[in-house]
T-cell receptor, first 116, second 114 residues
Framework: AQSVTQLGSHVSVSEGALVLLRCNYS??????LFWYVQYPNQGLQLLLK??????LVKGINGFEAEFKKSETSFHLTKPSAHMSDAAEYFC??????????????FGQGTTLQVKP | KAGVTQTPRYLIKTRGQQVTLSCSPI?????VSWYQQTPGQGLQFLFE???????NKGNFPGRFSGRQFSNSRSEMNVSTLELGDSALYLC?????????????FGPGTRLLVL
């Protein structure tokens, strides 16, 4: 069964510092991978996704992620944190071999705090 | 283009009651999925509907059910509410072209069971 692990439930960085949020997946075949962000009292917004094209994926708001098959990882990075980046971030996976299912398996989430 | 809408946004019920939540997908999207979000269990997949048929189901008891109408709008129902059903219920829509397709989430319905 597929699973997603996000290392660190809380990450704190200073404004302007590098943001690194970690995500590892467990799957027998390379899955589709997604990063979503959730602001308080809102739904999820897609930041970026990997669907077996380029391994380095660029998303919105300056975020990017690199798919590393050998490490089964899909870590999210941003060179310089902004106060508006404070939110909860979720890594998710879907199985390309499961037909057209929309089922996403989510990690537990990482809360990003940005200090001034 | 309007996003995914969910009604109501907030709901308070008591144990034993039932509740119906509604989701209107983005125009042209034929698939609607439902998720439950709680602090303890995180985001968990409930079920997915496509063309009025349930395509996939998560590991939830039969008290949780759903349906989809011909205009792709979807409802989910929870019968005999329990305290543990208190959660944010999110729906997501997509065109339904494949598993790698982006799902667009609504703002959620926050359910409190007393």
């Amino acid at each position: 069964a597929q699973s997603v692990t996000q290392l660190g439930s809380h990450v704190s960085v200073s404004e302007g510092a590098l943001v690194l949020l970690r995500c590892n997946y467990s799957s027998s075949v390379p899955p589709y991978l997604f990063w979503y962000v959730q602001y308080p009292n809102q739904g999820l917004q897609l930041l970026l996704k990997y669907t077996s094209a380029a391994t380095l994926v660029k998303g919105i708001n300056g975020f990017e992620a690199e798919f590393k098959k050998s490490e089964t990882s899909f870590h999210l990075t941003k060179p310089s944190a902004h106060m508006s980046d404070a939110a909860e971030y979720f890594c998710a996976v879907s199985d390309p071999g499961s037909g057209n299912t929309g089922k996403l398996i989510f990690g537990q989430g990482t809360t990003l705090q940005v200090k001034p | 283009k309007a996003g995914v809408t969910q009604t109501p946004r907030y709901l308070i019920k008591t144990r034993g009651q039932q509740v119906t939540l509604s989701c209107s997908p983005i125009s042209g999207h034929r698939s609607v999925s439902w998720y439950q979000q709680t602090p303890g269990q995180g985001l968990q997949f409930l079920f997915e509907y496509f063309s009025e048929t349930q395509r996939n189901k998560g590991n939830f008891p039969g008290r949780f059910s759903g349906r989809q109408f011909s205009n792709s709008r979807s409802e989910m129902n929870v019968s005999t509410l329990e305290l543990g059903d208190s959660a944010l219920y999110l729906c997501a829509s997509r065109r339904a072209g494949g598993s790698g397709e982006t799902q667009y989430f609504g703002p959620g319905t926050r359910l409190l069971v007393l």
